[in-house]
Structures are given as structure tokens and as C-alpha cells.
């Protein structure tokens, strides 16, 4: 996946259950599509509750906010319902999206190797077109750093 390649189309149910697809935003918004590692843990709720804080910022840029963990949809309800997020969590257990976008990942902490997710961010146009990709984000200034990227494009 390249900057001003099409961005690879997927559906995955939100917190809610509902079915949302990459491609229900062609023609209508941009999406900021965020991949986090889990729900409930300080960096991934730092990240969250930042992109709640400045979800109006975005609305205004025509943007659509949409996270996405490998955490079950009842776990992803209770984060949303905890931080009062106004955007949807989706649900990609089997991290088969996360695959598509490149950041399920062999990860190292304490010594030990795992598989997760990659702290990662991807702006898509309404074409659905890759505009800019952010990987192994550090939460701090990142929202900021992503409007900002929007804002001047």
C-alpha cells in the first residue's frame, strides 16, 4: 500500500454491531483510520480521548474518525460508553484489516515476541485514496499532528 494508492476496502462491525465499510465514505467524507492495540489500556485511551477532544475539528474538515483493535465488540462498547467517544471502534478480531493496512506486527516488550497491532494512522481521501500514513505512532501530539496534515492539504 502506497501514498495515492486506493486504500483496500473492508467491512467490520462497530461497537454497536452495525456493519460500516470503507467504501460507505466514497464521495462523502475523509477518513482518519486509526489502529490501536487495545481498549481499556493508558496510551490507547490517551489516543482516544484525544481524538474525542477534537472530533468537532475534524467533523468541520469533512473528516470521519474510525479505530480499529482486534478487542471484541462488548469491550469496544464499554470503552466507547467509558470515554463518551463520538465515533465508531471497530472490531477486527481475526486482525485481518489490520493485515491488508500492514501493522499486525511481531512485537517485542519484557523479551517476549508477540503478534499485535502496530500504533498506526492512515488519511483517505473521499476517492478513498491513501493521502498520508503514520506508523508506530507516538500518542502525544499525534492528533494534533494529523489535523494539522488535513487541515493543509
Known amino acids: 500500500m502506497k501514498i495515492g494508492e486506493k486504500a483496500p476496502d473492508f467491512t467490520l462491525q462497530t461497537q454497536d454491531g452495525e456493519s460500516v465499510s470503507l467504501s460507505d465514505f466514497l464521495g462523502k467524507k475523509q477518513v482518519v483510520l486509526y489502529f490501536y492495540p487495545k481498549d481499556m489500556t493508558p496510551g490507547c485511551t490517551t ?50 484489516v489490520a493485515e491488508q493496512y500492514g501493522v499486525w506486527t511481531l512485537k517485542k516488550n519484557f523479551g517476549k515476541e508477540y503478534m499485535g497491532i502496530e500504533r498506526s494512522t492512515f488519511a483517505i481521501d473521499k476517492d478513498g485514496t491513501l493521502l498520508k500514513e503514520w506508523r508506530k505512532v507516538r500518542v502525544k501530539g499525534h492528533v494534533e499532528e494529523t489535523l494539522e496534515f488535513l487541515r493543509n492539504r
Do not use: M, T, W, Y
Open 47 to 96: 489516543q482516544a480521548c484525544d481524538f474525542r477532544d477534537h472530533h468537532e475539528s475534524f467533523a468541520d474538515l469533512d473528516a470521519v474518525i474510525l479505530g480499529v483493535s482486534p478487542d471484541p465488540q462488548d469491550k469496544h462498547k464499554k470503552f466507547v460508553d467509558k470515554h463518551d467517544l463520538p465515533f465508531s471502534l471497530l472490531v477486527d478480531e481475526d486482525h485481518k
